[in-house]
């Protein structure tokens, strides 16, 4: 952010057609009409803001990212528990020769999905434990994200999920806690295995058992930033072997320990 909006920035780099900067904002703050020179992706790592812009207000959640274009009027306003966010600016020129991202900067837009709040995470990860890698890591998680967050506006704006998928996706937020199996989501949404595999992919650009990970690993994030359960009760409350298994997961997807993100959560 520019001008006043700088504030409370804790962590900023510049890597090749990106930049990128962690900030903090206090409880309530307001901060007025303002643009940003080129288009940018605005994770929110904890707490929560809500976004004015185009005339309507955007309620933007823990773990969501809010897409605009370069130079989108637009204020905003900060929850009772203020917010940590990541703000990611793409470089003119970066990705004009990419069509698949051609849609994503068109207007503004909230997206949320188990994938895009791990890619945030794990960008988190990488600013905090900076080394001569994380340039080359960076790019190619914000690409990660990129494609992600365009793969959902696409799949908005074109063919829509068949009802049974819709169904069994539900299926498996209702109960990503509890064991898994794929012929057993197949057989409650009444279809082949080997077609919910396929369908749910192309829908969801990932497999369902990599789909289920990220959710747990997102919800046992919440459960850490957001409660005092300890490590162990959070891995047997969303499906882990044991607390092992699940520091390793986690780092494997956020790119630091569950302890490590509940200390910067905090």
Do not use: N
Not at 65 to 76: G, I, L, S, V
């Amino acid at each position: 952010m520019s001008g006043s909006s700088e504030l409370g920035i804790v962590a900023s780099h510049t890597i090749p057609g990106f930049s990128i900067k962690e900030f903090h904002q206090p409880p309530h703050r307001r901060l007025p009409w303002h643009v940003h020179t080129h288009a940018s992706i605005c994770f929110v790592a904890g707490g929560s803001y809500a976004e004015h812009v185009r005339g309507r207000v955007e309620e933007c959640p823990p773990r969501s990212m809010m897409f605009k274009p370069a130079a989108e009027r637009h204020a905003d306003e900060f929850g009772r528990s203020g917010a940590r966010c990541l703000l990611m600016e793409i470089v003119p020129g970066r990705l004009d020769s990419t069509e698949p991202f051609s849609e994503l900067m068109v207007k503004p837009g909230l997206v949320r999905s188990a994938r895009l709040a791990a890619l945030g995470q794990r960008v988190q990860g990488e600013l905090a434990e900076w080394d001569t890698a994380s340039p080359l890591a960076l790019e190619g998680l914000i690409l990660e994200v990129l494609a992600d967050a365009a793969r959902a506006v696409r799949d908005e704006t074109g063919v829509k999920e068949p009802r049974w998928l819709r169904q069994a996706r539900e299926l498996i937020h209702d109960h990503v806690h509890e064991p898994l199996t794929l012929s057993a989501v197949a057989r409650a949404a009444a279809i082949h295995p080997s077609h919910l595999a396929r369908t749910f992919r192309k829908h969801y650009g990932c497999p369902i058992g990599e789909y289920v990970r990220a959710l747990r690993i997102e919800r046992a994030a919440r459960a850490l930033a957001e409660s005092s359960a300890t490590l162990s009760e959070i891995s047997l409350r969303f499906g882990f072997f044991d607390q092992s298994h699940f520091s390793r997961v986690f780092k494997q997807h956020m790119g630091m320990t569950p302890a490590r993100f509940r200390a910067r959560s905090s």
